[in-house]
């Protein structure tokens, strides 16, 4: 038997259960959570904000997954017993013409470890053995806890998406959890990042992180960004926020033919466009969902290099997840939030 922490009720706490282990499918490994981190994602699915036929009721949680081998099916083969390493979030279906063009984070047919199959808040899962990446073993596993979600949406946003490039200006929206790990992959690729939230301690992070500039955000954004390029606006916005009040200010930072990114969503809330100002600046509003399995390979390639550097504020044994929960609904946070699962004793 293993230790669950389970939604069973929208609104309540996580029940500790006990559960029958997983057995693992002929193409499935059986892996035993080391760390665990906790999302605003994962607010919002106990909030009860992603109904069925995503989430459906008693459900375990949990996307940001470090983890053990412990068994394999039958036909697994390049994966040993005891590797350490991270699970991609995304099981797809590998043949539809997304996953066929290198898309597989909007695949038709996608089920997400910790959506639509149990994730991470329980001792032990079973996953696909295509999701499992494996990590060097010098690396922290509560860091890398947070590469495929927190590290990987954001290096989607950044690379693929906006496609930085060096000498470009780029503004990112919010230095969160995810955010801060935009800045630093920004600069990687060469940008002046400048950075906008409303927390000093969250600007404070983000120049910690190498950002160039730190505003703070609010209805001047717009104006200040224009005076530090020259009138001429940023290349692309890294809007990790996703509130209206945030879009309006995002856009009014943007250069002509500029990118707007979309990380952060509000459900329900949509946000007016003026098609007049879209036609005379060509801008382009781009959604972002996720990263690919590449992607989050290369982000443990930067890891490995020490290119990266996984932001996480605090670490909470598994039994405290609620009280871990109640932290971030606080959103008083500069980095994530992770759960240690070994014991200390
Ligand atoms: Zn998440
Ligand atoms: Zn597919």
Redesign the pocket.
């Known amino acids: 038997m293993m230790k669950a922490m389970v939604l069973e009720e929208y609104q309540r706490p996580l029940r500790e259960l006990q559960k029958e282990i997983p057995e693992p499918g002929e193409n499935e490994i059986l892996v035993e959570v080391v760390a665990c981190g906790v999302c605003q994602t994962d607010l919002k699915i106990i909030r009860g904000e992603i109904p069925p036929p995503i989430i459906n009721l008693p459900h375990i949680a949990g996307h940001e997954i470090a983890a053990k081998v412990v068994a394999l099916g039958k036909k697994v083969a390049n994966i040993r017993i005891g590797e350490v390493g991270v699970v991609y979030i995304y099981a ?9 063009g290198g898309m ?1 984070n ?5 089920r997400r470890i910790g959506f639509e199959i149990p994730g991470g808040f329980a001792e032990y899962l079973k996953i696909p053995a295509y999701n499992f990446c494996s990590f060097d073993n010098k690396l922290s596993p509560i860091d890398m806890a947070i590469a495929p979600d927190a590290i990987g949406t954001a290096y989607h946003a950044v690379m693929q998406l906006a496609e930085v490039q060096a000498g470009q200006d780029v503004l990112i929206v919010g230095a969160g959890g995810l955010g801060l790990h935009g800045v630093q992959i920004a600069k990687l690729c060469g940008a002046r990042v400048i950075v906008s939230d409303r927390h000093p301690q969250a600007l404070a992070a983000a120049r910690e992180m190498g950002a160039d500039l730190a505003l703070e955000a609010g209805s001047g954004l717009g104006k200040a960004i224009q005076e530090i390029t020259g009138g001429l606006g940023v290349d692309a916005v890294l809007e990790f926020v996703g509130r209206k009040e945030s879009i309006g200010e995002s856009l009014n930072s943007l250069k002509r033919g500029g990118r707007l990114i979309l990380i952060g969503y509000a459900p329900g809330q949509p946000f007016p466009v003026d098609s007049m100002a879209m036609h005379y600046n060509e801008w382009q509003i781009i959604g972002a969902r996720s990263c690919t399995k590449n992607e989050l390979i290369q982000i443990i390639q930067l890891a490995e290099e020490n290119k990266i550097r996984p932001c996480v504020s605090q670490i909470f044994p598994f039994e405290e997840i609620n009280t871990a929960l109640a932290v971030l609904q606080e959103g008083n946070m500069t980095g994530r939030i992770v759960l240690d699962y070994r014991k200390h004793n």
Not at 92 to 100: A, K
Not at 106 to 110: D, G, K, P
């Open positions: 797809s279906c590998r043949r539809c013409p997304f996953c066929l597989e909007i695949c038709r047919h996608v």
